[in-house]
């Protein structure tokens, strides 16, 4: 039975290999969705954590995504005054509170995301943070720390020099970050004096980030805090389910447009099979004649079909783990403030999910060509093909 299914698939090879491919496009879409959900998740949990900080204080009237943007290097419009910092150190419960002033230079083509930092207070809450060279002290206004991926850019070494047009200042590298996997990468860190001075904003920062002693009282320090007048609290798992409700809404309409891929698919499939039954009346009657019951067609048609939706699943499977690549690239140039690498990992739930779905597909899309082939009469099937 096997090699007369293979027969009757490669008979008409054009229309084998469309329909293969009309099921791997939507599969590969489908498949791509669920990995992207799972790997973006997975990525930006990960970049928070990177944060080292339960939660940030920003500027009351910023939305959650202001987090998301402190984490991404994107500007919040608004500003606390350090006084405000004060206040929070002096809350018992808080272990760190160190201030944050974000900023941008934008120079040419060239966008440099500067970063001001107290050093002292931001190395506890980055302790994995590791540099090639030294950290600057936080009365050195003219050194300057890296990223990774800048040193790598712009083939950089401790002792080398930036220079910053818009200002008009040199910079002295006396350390360069070894690679962290997040958006520090990309960072330039000064210190926060100096960041105030060159953006004239003298005692102001762009957020506090703060790390709790005990994490059974984070909501004790919240309350408290949000007793400050200019400050509004957002946890890390805040900014989290804010984005994810955001990419959620995204991937709404996106998966309707996969249901109706996978759908027009699925009438690829039919289409095909029933013009494979028409095509074989005089086969399928002779089969009955010498024998062949309505189990024997069932089958015969149930596995031609199921070969079908197999072999397009299995392809979008592959399209996905072979394009994971593109997909990232694609997806972080629509999604502002991506996580800097998504993970596209294999996931043999996600796999199973879709050869079950295929599956599924494989028994909806035989029923109407199965019923039609057990119901042609063999006599006058025959008798009709010779005509």
Same mark, same amino acid.
């Given at each position: ?68 943007? #402190?984490?991404?290097? /994107? =500007?919040?419009? &608004?500003? %606390?005054?350090?006084? *405000?910092?004060? $206040?929070? !150190? ?114 102001? #920062?762009?957020?506090? /980030? =703060?790390?709790? &002693?005990? %994490?059974?009282?984070? *909501?004790?320090? $919240?309350? !408290? ?163």
């Amino acid at each position: 039975m096997f090699i007369l299914i293979i027969k009757n698939l490669l008979r008409r090879k054009i229309r084998t290999l469309l329909t293969i491919f009309g099921i791997a496009i939507a599969i590969f879409l489908l498949f791509s969705l669920l990995t992207f959900n799972q790997g973006y998740k997975n990525s930006l949990v990960k970049e928070l954590d990177l944060l080292g900080v339960h939660m940030l204080a920003v500027p009351k009237g910023c939305p959650y995504e202001a987090a998301s943007l #402190i984490v991404h290097g /994107g =500007i919040i419009p &608004k500003y %606390l005054k350090e006084e *405000d910092l004060e $206040i929070v !150190k002096k809350i018992p419960e808080v272990e760190i509170a160190t201030p944050i002033f974000l900023a941008q230079l934008v120079e040419d083509d060239r966008i440099s995301i500067i970063y001001g930092i107290d050093i002292e207070s931001y190395q506890k809450v980055k302790k994995y943070w590791k540099v090639k060279g030294r950290f600057f002290e936080n009365n050195e206004n003219d050194k300057i720390v890296i990223g990774s991926d800048i040193a790598f850019q712009e083939k950089l070494t401790v002792g080398d020099e930036v220079y910053f047009k818009k200002i008009d200042k040199v910079y002295q590298v006396v350390g360069i970050l070894e690679y962290t996997g997040g958006q520090d990468d990309g960072f330039y860190f000064l210190p926060l004096k100096e960041v105030q001075r060159i953006f004239n904003k003298e005692k102001q #920062i762009t957020a506090i /980030g =703060i790390k709790v &002693k005990d %994490l059974e009282k984070v *909501d004790e320090v $919240i309350r !408290k805090l949000e007793e400050i007048p200019d400050l509004q609290i957002v946890t890390m798992t805040q900014v989290l389910g804010t984005i994810l409700n955001l990419i959620g809404q995204a991937n709404s309409l996106i998966f309707t447009i996969i249901i109706l891929a996978l759908f027009i698919s699925s009438l690829g499939v039919i289409n095909t099979m029933l013009i494979s039954v028409f095509e074989r009346r005089r086969e399928i009657g002779l089969l009955k004649v010498i024998g062949a019951n309505n189990w024997d067609i069932i089958k015969l048609l149930f596995l031609e079909t199921l070969i079908l939706i197999i072999l397009g699943a299995l392809l979008g499977i592959v399209l996905t783990i072979s394009g994971n690549k593109f997909i990232e690239t694609f997806i972080k140039g629509i999604i502002i403030h991506s996580p800097k690498k998504i993970e596209f990992n294999f996931d043999w739930k996600i796999a199973t999910t879709i050869f079950l779905y295929s599956l599924t597909i494989a028994i909806l899309a035989s029923i109407y060509p199965i019923f039609k082939a057990i119901n042609l009469r063999p006599m006058e099937t025959i008798r009709s093909s010779d005509e």
